[in-house]
Every structure is written in structure tokens, then in C-alpha cells.
């Protein structure tokens, strides 16, 4: 009698479901929303006057566990500033194919340089386009992506 009422019960759920209006979200142009803890694209910064945070410690690279980051270092002079550090990051690469997105880059950061956005459409056409160069970390993602409120539904 159990697994007859237990029957009815389940069909009872897919009755409701099926006549309720689907949510539909137009995904190119409407985004989902995600939680301000969602960790996404990588973004270096730059402070007020615009020098570099980043002055290739590599503490990043070396908390790594995919091994994706690369930091080259170089002496600032000063005649060309780029950090207000004695050094910078001459290259900065990640290889997002094999980032776990765990966010130890972030934390072993101790001039908050690099953090993890919001942004999640990282996909490309070809292998190489994956390497995100200093350049690309440090301009801005062309399409934000909303942040979810506390109670929203998605």
C-alpha cells in the first residue's frame, strides 16, 4: 500500500512541475547569476595611479597546483616604472586549460594583485587562445555577469 501511495505522490509532484510556466532565461543575452564566492576568469589590478600591483614574487606560481601559472620577473628603473615594488612581472601567464579555479593564487598574494571575477564564458576555438597574457589579466572582462541577491531564484 506503501509504494501506491508513494506512486501517486511522485505523480502528484510531476503534475504540479508540468503546469507551471518554464523559466526561461535567454542565456546570450540575459546571464544566470552567480554567487558573489563564485570564482571565474582571473584579473590583475592596478592601483589609483596606475602602476602595477603585481611585482613578480611569483608566491602565485609556487602556490599553484596545476602548475598554470608563469611570472617572469624584472628590475623596475626609473626611468620605467611599472609597480611601485623594485621589481614587476615582465611576463605573467596563466594557461586556463589547466586552471582548477581552487584560488591559492589569490590567496598567496600578499599585494591582492590577481582575484578571481564573476566572469564564466572562457571558452575558445583553439588551445592557444586559453594562455590569458598580462595583457588580457589586466583589462577588464567585455561582459560582466550579474551577481545572485540573497533569496533569488534561479
Not at 15 to 22: G, I, Y
Not at 89 to 106: D, K, L, P, S
Not at 107 to 116: E, K, N, S, V
Request: aromatic share 10%.
Amino acid at each position: 500500500m506503501t509504494a501506491l501511495t508513494d506512486q501517486l505522490k511522485g505523480f502528484g509532484i510531476t503534475f504540479r512541475t508540468m503546469l507551471r510556466k518554464p523559466i526561461t532565461l535567454g542565456y546570450p543575452e540575459n546571464k544566470t547569476p552567480v554567487f558573489p564566492r563564485f570564482r571565474g576568469r582571473h584579473r590583475l589590478w592596478l592601483y589609483e595611479d596606475g602602476l602595477e600591483k603585481c611585482v613578480g614574487c611569483s608566491l602565485c606560481a609556487a602556490a599553484c597546483p596545476a602548475d598554470c601559472i608563469r611570472v617572469e620577473a624584472a628590475d623596475n628603473t626609473e626611468a620605467h616604472r611599472v609597480s611601485p615594488g623594485e621589481r614587476f612581472a615582465r611576463i605573467y601567464e596563466i594557461n586556463m586549460a589547466r586552471c582548477i579555479f581552487c584560488g591559492y593564487c589569490e590567496l598567496a598574494c600578499p599585494f591582492d594583485a590577481i582575484t578571481l571575477e564573476h566572469e564564466y564564458e572562457l571558452s575558445e576555438r583553439e588551445r592557444t587562445s586559453l594562455i590569458y597574457t598580462k595583457d588580457m589579466l589586466l583589462s577588464e572582462h567585455p561582459k560582466p555577469v550579474p551577481l545572485r541577491t540573497e533569496g533569488q531564484r534561479v
